[in-house]
């Protein structure tokens, strides 16, 4: 049995493996293939429909605000928010909580002034940037709730009265938000959603429109939101998959559920991290991510064959990203409980073994 | 037994649903969904390499070309295109053969001078223009190489002393092309080539970065190549659904082959409109497509019999576009000859009927 800690894509339930496959064989008993329906079929409609309503029933998503499915992933959003949200000659603020950060400043730029109010680049984005201030006039601030390459996750999010833009990639829908608090929300589908190929966008309506810019029309949010996800043909099967997961989410008790086993799951394995001498993590305390665990080990040299000892037991995608190196355990929603209690054995056995 | 005669997404072979189902369960004997994978495993790498390397041999795209999948369709491309190689101060040609080069047209204007140099517009889009003069000093002429909505088809390409740039989302990969006559060809994927959710692009590299343009990332066609392909998380399930549908065109001859079964199953289709009373065809003979064969009925009010009437047959998705009216069948690859048939017994039984 493999036990699946990979960063994204990533592990989904087992349930949704099995009605996806089914549904590429002969979707709803329709005698198709969810492959070969059309998008404008009444049966896909009723996906993307349900697809959405799921989001806004599980995020309890305010009046004034749209729900839609894009393609091309948080790194066209790094693009499409400052071509939809910030004037020429207008300025936006970004904090610089790691690299995901970096390459959204990246894109802002060839549209307008981005100013980074805070980094936490002097300590290898170890933290999560606390004090800075931001200019009255920008039009919004960006972060990044959930810093997927380095470990940390903002716990408190920035002062809302400033227009929150956030990208949500690898921590929505792993605990309760307050979606009135924001102006935008993205994430890449291929973590707590569904499979890659979709990406989700919750924008509040009214602050579209007015940057005086012509859009691509496959870039403008408001052509997109008019066409209910459906502007050009939708990533069909990604979306019927997250349409499954987002059922499973609600089945096992909806955010507020899953939020609790996310909280244990985080907390058995930093505990072993803490108590066990080999290892430590790379992280501030309080800034510690519960998506994405980082740590090393005191001897480096012990890290090659941990590693090897860990997918021994079925523990696979622990690898570190090179930024960081040593270990990353991502504990997403459908990652089971039993799969950290088998790390946490696996790193106790090491222990004995290297005493 | 159903026969999909759909648009778009639209029937792919029987054995590649089964293939793809089975990949969502357990792919390649991993133990893990294609869905769950990491895009940089080295099981996906080979996935896309080898779809990569299968359009290259398909299509026998010489040296100096790229071939690369993107996600956002065809109208994504339609902004890319501009974007990538209409610089500002310069202007590109257009042939208006239809709905979607009109909207090619649209989003190409936000970049610089779309000319429209010739347009089927006066007669429905009922015929392929073919009388026209393209600037000499034009960055490239665009078409639509088949139109999906209006059911007419470049037999014969525009010449090619003009820099091609061709919308082939409903006709790659149906008939033999000569790569080396186009400056970049590109196709969402959801016809000859697989499921919705990944888009096609086979660009001559010496074209590219000529424009002094600064292009967000995801835009630029340059950074994709460089990537290749995997600047960020690719449509995983897409690709590899879209390679499992190369491996049969492969395996079933290629598209000198596939060609052949195409010719027959249109012709088939075309002789019973011409020969049965009761129908005819909406286009200019010779231009009528291979792919999307369009036609009404004599009598209008004979149509809504006559689809409940094929529907009762199995044969779905053959209402045609409201642009058109009528019937529009789509005898995309994996359409077998048999349903074909099928439809050609439900005109000829419906002609006996209504005699
Ligand atoms: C926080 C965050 N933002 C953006 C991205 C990039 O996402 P995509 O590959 O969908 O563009 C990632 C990918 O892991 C991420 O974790
Ligand atoms: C010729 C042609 N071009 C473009 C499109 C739009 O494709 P997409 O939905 O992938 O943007 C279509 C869709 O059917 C098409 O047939
Ligand atoms: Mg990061
Ligand atoms: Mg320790
Ligand atoms: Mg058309
Ligand atoms: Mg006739």
Redesign the interface.
């Known amino acids: 049995?493999?036990h699946?800690f990979?960063?994204?894509?990533?592990?989904?339930p087992q349930e949704?493996?099995?009605q996806?496959?089914?549904g590429?064989?002969n979707f709803n008993d329709t005698?198709?293939?969810i492959?070969?329906?059309?998008?404008r079929a009444p049966e896909f409609v009723a996906v993307m429909e349900e697809a959405i309503a799921l989001v806004k029933e599980l995020l309890k998503v305010p009046t004034g605000y749209s729900v839609i499915f894009l393609?091309?992933?948080?790194?066209?959003q790094?693009?499409m928010v400052a071509?939809n949200l910030l004037a020429e000659g207008k300025k936006a603020s970004y904090i610089d909580s790691g690299v995901w950060a970096k390459?959204a400043i990246?894109?802002a730029k060839?549209f307008g002034q981005a100013d980074v109010v805070a980094s936490s680049k002097d300590k290898n984005y170890s933290y999560i940037p606390k004090n800075y201030t931001v200019a009255a006039d920008s039009s919004y601030l960006h972060f990044t709730s959930n810093n997927t390459i380095f470990g940390t996750e903002f716990h408190q999010f920035p002062d809302k009265k400033n227009h929150l833009v956030c990208d949500m990639s690898s921590d929505i829908f792993s605990k309760e938000i307050n979606v009135a608090d924001f102006d935008l929300i993205y994430a890449?589908a291929?973590k707590n959603i569904?499979?890659?190929?979709a990406t989700l966008v919750i924008v509040k309506d009214e602050i579209l429109g007015k940057t005086g810019r012509?859009i691509?029309?496959?870039?403008d949010y408001e052509k997109q939101i008019a066409a209910e996800s459906m502007?050009?043909?939708?990533?069909?099967?990604?979306v019927y998959?997250a349409m499954l997961n987002l059922r499973w989410l609600k089945a096992k008790g909806g955010v507020a559920a899953i939020e609790k086993e996310n909280i244990t799951k985080a907390d058995a394995l930093y505990k072993e991290i803490d108590r066990n001498p080999l290892f430590k993590g790379t992280t501030a305390t309080e800034d510690r991510s519960r998506m994405s665990v980082c740590f090393v080990m005191e001897n480096p040299d012990l890290e090659k064959p941990f590693l090897k000892f860990a997918e021994e037991k079925g523990c696979i995608?622990i690898k570190g990203h090179r930024s960081v190196g040593g270990f990353r355990a991502s504990l997403y929603n459908a990652l089971p409980i039993t799969s950290v209690h088998v790390l946490v054995e696996a790193m106790q056995e090491f222990e004995e073994k290297n005493k």
């Open positions: 049995m493999k699946n990979g960063a994204g894509p990533c592990i989904l949704v493996f099995k996806a496959s089914q590429v064989l005698g198709l293939s492959l070969e329906i059309s998008h393609q091309g992933g948080a790194s066209l790094f693009a071509y390459k990246a894109e060839l890449g291929q569904g499979p890659a190929g012509t691509p029309s496959m870039l502007y050009n043909t939708p990533p069909v099967f990604s998959a995608g």
